[in-house]
């Protein structure tokens, strides 16, 4: 790696990063104005208020904020877990981040960031995944996948774990940008997709110091960064007022093509998309409605199968199921059913219903939540 | 003058002889009571000095000094009041020498009111049962009756202490001090709640079953309004009946708590629903004197405990010494008692802290982490107690104002005896009373493996996160619905069934 800045600068950067309630293109003007990140911090408050023309209390406060990170020791911690802290000089920083207008002047990295080269869709959603959106998630992510596509999500639970996973069970490589600092997993329950995901090339990224806790206002912020890597943005699931629609407008805002997966009228986790839709964004119905976005010089190497247009909702003879299973497949249906409505569409009892649903949950045909049975994949 | 009377005392479940000694000596005017008395056993002399008094008998006005002997074992209870007083009598010499000798014959309990009438206490038949084999015949109080009765022990029921003195003089006859004993008419299993009356709920209705069958712990998880309670209602009515030897155990249980009430010897499975505030102790027995808790009011019945999630953590946690042992050991500094408490835990809970998740009307509120946090209440120790976990899902109108009757409680408990009976032989000559109780080698003994079944295990293991732990439930629920088929081997399709009524799931890790 050839370094394109000075250690000292780097640091600098790392703990002038630390000023959270700024956007980053302030941080940029302000570098430009003392020319670099170590002249900030040389500074005094009233200087450095009087100098750029910031309120004196804010300029105090990006101060403070700044001293209370030791950058040495977000370095070390970093480089211990296999990480590095990008800024915008370096060659591996993103070449589609640095062209939004707010691109993080410090970017934490573990793992492997895609190439520029690298087709890249960002894939976000609700924490309240249905399970319509869990297969739609699992199955629009495992096709992006094996095409070639680099997903894009942020770790959350729900629809970004589910797309996430869709990945991680090809062994193919996805990013993750995290709303907390690298040091830690949120949540909880991901630290397993996580480890998953850097050990099949993928990338753990945010922009938060090292052990930033999970605050409220860190989620809208690295959403830009998701829609910054990606093209075009893809929205699952999620209501009218939600993360996933934050990254919706920011991804408009950027010039990124915006595309929804339709869902039932009456689903408030499909009221997101489907608002998306009717506003004008593009409809997904199959990978290939997401693939005709990627733009041309990216195109390179993707799977060209999965170009073509395939009808999902199109009956399909389902490969292995004895004419019973099939049965239940059909009162399943494209929602929910529970054991005691699917034995009475069936003329079953209990037992040949458990055991014709236990067949099918193993066989994945079927995913089974509080007691309610759904398809799992399309 | 020293007299010496035989009345007994508690200890855990089993009653034990107490003997009471009174010696009335020359000097200030005091009446102490020695020998570890309880408060309620302490104010008994002022109880005693009224009664005497107002029987038409003189309190003597010397030194008296009552022990109760053995002295090294605490007493609590009224039913000393009867003793001391008949004590005092024969020693001041108001009682002939004949009466004073047949006094040596008599187990004495009872409660006196200031006037000298008896009063009921509690405890009566454990202390009948365990002095048994001294041969003596029973003083207790006529509201104690039923308990005489049942203890098989002769026993006379004199309603006041003039009544009981008279009757050792030989003034009135023994017919004259004993009331007849009344039993109520035997009720009809929960006739009034039914099976039948459950709409729906299919699977539910067979995981009560197959729980009745084996003795298995059931968690029902559903929306508000799905029959949960409902359905633990009727849960008693598909029991097997009581055996005479269990119905004994829960009568003393109750006889201890003074619940008896004007029943009969108990020949109904108790069910027990204490509200989800319920303390500790009041849960799991104890307090300075210890009592048994809801735990053991409920043994040989089920313990139905509703909104199982909003019990305290620390209420949950202390169920876990009954589900595993079959009873209660309460140490405190002073004693320490066993009661037992084998129930069936019958729970009920909402599937989120706003009950709505997977309400195809009402969308649920709750944040995911919520609902892990409300699901995480029920401890995994305390999930690995309990067999079946079963969700309800909303009753649908047509379900509803079907005319077609469901199963009804008679043709479900038909099964349910069938099991249990092979049950029975099963375990003729062990301790284990159902296939819930096995141990790990009547495990071994009694559900072998299928061919084939072992890969069905280990996709369901890795497929539902089931813990290595969680096999032997499995296995010893699968007994259960053998036996319920009449079947001698397990079959890999019960195995399958009770993948049915595996644990919470966990929510919102994807699968890698």
Not at chain 1, 244 to 269: F, H, R
Request: include cysteine; proline fraction near 7%; glycine fraction near 8%.
């Amino acid at each position: 790696m050839n370094p394109s800045i000075s250690s000292a600068e780097r640091l600098a950067r790392i703990q002038l990063n630390a000023f959270l309630y700024f956007r980053a293109d302030w941080l940029e003007r302000l570098i430009e104005i003392f020319g670099s990140a170590q002249e900030i911090l040389r500074q005094d408050a009233p200087t450095l208020a009087r100098e750029a023309n910031l309120n004196p209390a804010t300029a105090a406060h990006l101060l403070r904020d700044a001293f209370a990170v030791n950058p040495q020791e977000e370095w070390d911690k970093t480089t211990a877990l296999g990480g590095y802290i990008y800024v915008p000089e370096d060659e591996e920083y993103p070449q589609s981040l640095k062209n939004i207008k707010e691109a993080p002047i410090a970017l934490y990295v573990l793992g492997q960031l895609p190439s520029n080269e690298q087709a890249c869709t960002a894939m976000v959603g609700t924490r309240k995944i249905t399970p319509y959106g869990r297969r739609a998630a699992a199955k629009l992510a495992g096709d992006l996948a094996s095409c070639g596509v680099t997903i894009v999500s942020g770790l959350a639970r729900g629809v970004d774990s589910e797309c996430h996973a869709a990945a991680v069970r090809l062994k193919k490589p996805t990013v993750g940008v995290i709303g907390t600092g690298i040091g830690r997993c949120y949540p909880p329950e991901n630290r397993a997709l996580e480890k998953a995901m850097l050990q099949y090339g993928g990338a753990v990224v945010s922009e938060l110091p090292f052990n930033s806790p999970p605050n409220a206002f860190h989620f809208p912020r690295r959403n830009r960064i998701i829609a910054g890597l990606s093209q075009p943005v893809v929205v699952v699931e999620g209501e009218i007022k939600s993360g996933a629609l934050i990254t919706a407008k920011l991804a408009l805002e950027m010039g990124k093509d915006v595309l929804a997966v339709p869902g039932p009228i009456d689903s408030a986790q499909s009221a997101g998309p489907n608002a998306l839709i009717r506003d004008g964004a593009g409809v997904v119905t199959a990978v290939s409605d997401i693939l005709d976005y990627i733009p041309q010089q990216l195109r390179f190497g993707l799977d060209s199968r999965f170009f073509e247009k395939k009808d999902l909702s199109a009956p399909k003879p389902e490969e292995d199921l004895t004419p019973r299973q099939r049965e239940v497949m059909n009162a399943v249906g494209s929602s929910q059913a529970s054991l005691d409505q699917i034995a009475e569409a069936l003329g079953a009892d209990v037992p040949e219903a458990a055991s014709l649903l236990f067949e099918l949950e193993v066989k994945g045909f079927l995913a089974c939540e509080n007691g309610l049975y759904s398809k799992s994949k399309f | 003058m020293l007299a010496n009377v035989c009345t007994g005392a508690i200890k855990g479940i089993e009653g034990f002889a107490v003997s009471v000694e009174i010696d009335i000596a020359a000097g200030m005017p005091t009446l102490a009571v020695v020998g570890l008395p309880d408060a309620e056993v302490r104010e008994s002399k002022e109880r005693v000095v009224a009664a005497v008094r107002n029987s038409g008998f003189d309190f003597p006005a010397k030194r008296i000094t009552v022990n109760l002997s053995p002295a090294e074992l605490r007493k609590s209870g009224t039913q000393f009041d009867l003793p001391i007083a008949l004590g005092i009598l024969a020693a001041s010499g108001q009682l002939s020498a004949e009466a004073s000798t047949k006094i040596q014959n008599l187990l004495v309990l009872g409660e006196l009111a200031l006037d000298g009438t008896l009063r009921p206490c509690a405890g009566v038949l454990p202390m009948l049962i365990s002095c048994q084999p001294l041969g003596k015949t029973a003083v207790i109080p006529p509201q104690n009756v039923l308990e005489g009765q049942v203890s098989g022990a002769p026993f006379i029921t004199p309603h006041t202490l003039k009544e009981l003195a008279d009757y050792l003089e030989g003034k009135l006859e023994e017919s004259a001090v004993k009331i007849a004993y009344v039993p109520e008419p035997e009720k009809p299993v929960c006739s009034e709640l039914d099976f039948s009356d459950v709409k729906g709920q299919a699977l539910a209705k067979r995981a009560l079953e197959i729980a009745a069958a084996g003795g298995h712990n059931v968690l029902m998880i559903g929306l508000p309004g799905t029959g949960k309670s409902m359905l633990a209602k009727r849960f008693p009515g598909i029991l097997p009946p009581l055996t005479q030897e269990e119905s004994l155990e829960i009568t003393k249980i109750y006889s201890i708590c003074n619940l008896m009430g004007k029943s009969r010897l108990l020949t109904q499975r108790p069910f027990r629903d204490p509200h989800h505030t319920i303390s500790d102790v009041a849960l799991i027995g104890g307090g300075s004197t210890p009592r048994p808790g809801e735990v053991s009011l409920a043994h040989n019945g089920v313990l139905f405990l509703d909104e199982f999630a909003e019990f305290s953590r620390s209420s949950l946690e202390v169920l876990r010494e009954p589900l595993e042992n079959g009873r209660v050991t309460i140490s405190r500094a002073k004693e320490t008692v066993t009661y037992p408490a084998r129930f069936t835990l019958v729970a009920a809970m909402n599937p989120c802290p706003c009950g709505h998740l997977g309400d195809p009307h009402t969308p649920c509120t709750c944040s995911p982490m919520q609902i892990n946090r409300y699901k995480a209440r029920i401890s995994g120790p305390l999930l690995d107690r309990i067999d079946l976990t079963v969700n309800l899902n909303p009753v649908k109108y047509t379900d509803w104002n079907k005319t077609s009757e469901g199963e009804t409680t008679a043709q479900i408990r038909e099964r349910v005896l069938k099991a249990r009976a092979i049950q029975r032989t099963r375990f003729a000559g062990s301790a284990t009373p159902a296939n819930a109780f096995m141990t790990s080698r009547e495990i071994k003994q009694f559900c072998a493996l299928p061919a084939g079944a072992d890969q069905i295990l280990e996709t369901a293991m890795r497929k539902f996160g089931l813990s290595a732990r969680s096999l032997d439930k499995i296995l010893k629920t699968a007994r259960t619905i053998a036996d319920l088929e009449g079947k001698d081997s397990l079959e890999t399709k019960h195995l399958v069934e009770v993948m049915q009524y595996r644990p919470l799931d966990r929510k919102g890790v994807a699968d890698l």
